[in-house]
C-alpha cells in the first residue's frame, strides 16, 4: 500500500500545474522593480481588474485592494492600488504559495524546513527574472495594463 501511495505522490508531483490565467512574459522589466505607477484614473484602473474578472473588494479615495486570485494551482495574487494624484496610480503586487505547493515542498525536502513555510502568507513581490512565483505575478499585473495600451512605469 505504501509503495502505492508513493508512486501516486511521485506522479503528481511531476506533472506541470495546469494554467489558470495566461501570463506572458516580461522582458524589459527592471530587477528590483516593487510596483507600476500606472498614468490614469482610478475608475480606470479598477475597472481594468473588473474587465478580467478581478474583483476589487474595497476602495475609497485612497485606494484598494483587489482579491486573491490564482495564476495557476500553486500562486497566489493580489494587488493593491494607491491614488497618488488624480491621474497617477500606483498599484503593488502581492504573492503567495497555495496548499499544494507547501504540500510538495513537505514531500521532497521534509516537514522541519517547511514548517516556517505559510500558505496563508501574501508577499510583497520585489522584481527578479529568476524567481518564477513573483515575476509571474508581476508579469500579470503589467499584461492587465498592456491590454488595455494603459501607460505605466516601473519603480
Request: with cysteine; proline share 4%; charged share 25%.
Amino acid at each position: 500500500m505504501k509503495k502505492i501511495l508513493f508512486i501516486l505522490l511521485l506522479i503528481g508531483g511531476c506533472c506541470t500545474p495546469k494554467e489558470f490565467v495566461e501570463v506572458p512574459s516580461k522582458r524589459f522589466v527592471p530587477n528590483g522593480s516593487r510596483y507600476i505607477e500606472v498614468q490614469s484614473s482610478f475608475k480606470t484602473v479598477v475597472n481594468v481588474f473588473k474587465k478580467n474578472n478581478i474583483g476589487v473588494l474595497s476602495y475609497g479615495e485612497n485606494g484598494g485592494v483587489t482579491e486573491e486570485i490564482l495564476l495557476d494551482g500553486e500562486t497566489r495574487a493580489r494587488y493593491e492600488m494607491y491614488v497618488l494624484n488624480d491621474s497617477t496610480i500606483k498599484i503593488t503586487a502581492w504573492w503567495g504559495y497555495t496548499n499544494k505547493t507547501k504540500e510538495k515542498m513537505v514531500f521532497f525536502v521534509g516537514p522541519s524546513l517547511t514548517s516556517a513555510l505559510s500558505s496563508d502568507l501574501l508577499k510583497p513581490v520585489i522584481y527578479d527574472r529568476d524567481s518564477k512565483r513573483p515575476k509571474k505575478v508581476f508579469d500579470y499585473m503589467c499584461s492587465l495594463f498592456d491590454k488595455e495600451r494603459i501607460y505605466y512605469e516601473y519603480r
